[in-house]
């Protein structure tokens, strides 16, 4: 789930309950837990509703003053629209290992790069097609660019990407900007090693 920085006191304190992204496909499920910025959150509700049943009082679960800033928000003109709408609560402090403190971890042993080589190495496995090492190089190769023409570049769908993305930060090795990502210390590292 995505939320601007403007919302992450509020998803904290438990004043941003809601949230309306306009989704092609759900990529959140009820009962899922999601990291964002360092908070573990749980969708509790995944629906379709169309943008003219949001009301006010959604709208200040979700942060915004009414149910038309929700709407220019979103970019949704037509009442009809359908549009997701995930109910989430606060569950705690991100429950991973403090990837930040791994972020800068370098310089690294041997043994802990053999360890990330092998990591990415399973993780290319699993999904059928090797690309850990494809997106370590983009990334260095193109930073602070929109995770959208990243994503074209190696022929995939953004949410894909940034999934794949994801999956490399919490191995410490790549970190998100305001538009787009970087290599951390650690990634630079360990990407040096590949060759």
Request: no cysteine.
């Amino acid at each position: 789930m995505l939320f601007t920085a403007d919302a992450w006191p509020g998803l904290a304190d438990g004043s941003i309950t809601l949230t309306f992204p306009t989704w092609a496909s759900p990529q959140a499920r009820t009962g899922g837990q999601y990291r964002v910025t360092g908070m573990l959150l749980e969708a509790t509700s995944v629906e379709r509703v169309r943008a003219g049943d949001i009301t006010d009082d959604d709208a200040s679960r979700a942060g915004a003053p009414d149910a038309a800033a929700v709407r220019t928000r979103m970019k949704v003109t037509d009442p009809d629209q359908l549009v997701w709408r995930v109910t989430s609560r606060y569950l705690g402090a991100d429950d991973r290992a403090d990837t930040t403190t791994r972020r800068h971890d370098d310089p690294l042993d041997a043994a802990a790069i053999d360890e990330l080589k092998s990591r990415l190495d399973r993780m290319d496995r699993r999904s059928g097609k090797p690309w850990t090492r494809q997106t370590l190089r983009l990334i260095e190769r193109y930073p602070g660019i929109v995770s959208t023409a990243l994503a074209r570049q190696v022929g995939k769908e953004r949410a894909t990407f940034k999934t794949d993305v994801r999956k490399l930060k919490e191995l410490g090795l790549t970190e998100s900007l305001e538009v787009g990502y970087r290599l951390s210390a650690r990634g630079e590292a360990v990407l040096r090693t590949l060759g």
